[in-house]
């Protein structure tokens, strides 16, 4: 069975944008380019028309998941989530316990991961670490680089 995935309304709305756009002008640019190499000649000697097939199977693939994604995509209401406590979709202030530095995260879907933005994937182990925290509490996270300490100093929508 497919796991659902929790989005933003934003973040959901792109998707179905980006489908729309696989499904018209992607395939219309694949159809040309397919014709294009049929028009070359023999086509069981024709590598071009072999790319471009290749390319229509690729392309209709990556429609497929994009499909089976937005089918368990669910929308998260915010206005009944608890604010007392991490959850995706929250932003958190913490502080680094080790030097001190303050940081500040969204924990959103995987997709919808950007660490310039400042938003992170739910199932990154920080944001592991984070989940069901209160302000004020303390984790110990186990990260690639060793175990960090953070304190949760704020926890906003």
Same mark, same amino acid.
């Given at each position: #069975? ?14 179905? *944008? ?18 294009? !190499? ?5 086509? $069981? +000697?024709? !590598? ?5 097939? *290749? !390319?229509?199977?690729?392309?209709? /693939?990556?429609?497929?998941?994009? +499909? ?6 669910? %929308?998260?209401?915010? $206005?009944? #989530?608890? &604010? &007392?406590? @991490?959850?995706?979709?929250?932003? @958190?202030?913490?502080?680094? #316990?080790?030097?001190? !530095?303050? #940081? ?5 879907? *995987? $997709? ?7 938003? %992170?994937?739910? $199932?990154? =182990? ?10 004020? +509490?303390? /984790?110990?996270?186990? @990260? =690639? ?13």
């Amino acid at each position: #069975m497919a796991e659902i995935s929790y989005y933003t309304k934003e973040g959901l709305d792109k998707l179905k *944008e980006e489908l729309q756009q696989l499904k018209t002008s992607g395939r219309a640019n694949i159809a040309k380019a397919i014709a294009e !190499a049929r028009d070359k000649g023999d086509l $069981s +000697e024709n !590598a071009e028309y072999d790319a471009a097939k *290749e !390319a229509q199977g690729l392309h209709e /693939t990556k429609i497929a998941k994009l +499909e089976e994604t937005l089918s368990n995509a669910r %929308i998260l209401d915010e $206005s009944k #989530m608890d &604010t &007392t406590k @991490v959850l995706a979709l929250s932003k @958190v202030k913490i502080k680094n #316990m080790k030097n001190g !530095a303050t #940081m500040t995260y969204q924990l959103v879907s *995987e $997709s919808e991961a950007d660490l310039k933005a400042g938003k %992170i994937s739910v $199932s990154s =182990p920080i944001a592991k670490g984070l989940l069901g925290k209160k302000v004020g +509490e303390k /984790t110990e996270i186990q @990260v =690639p680089a060793g175990k960090m300490e953070f304190e949760i100093l704020e926890i906003s929508r």
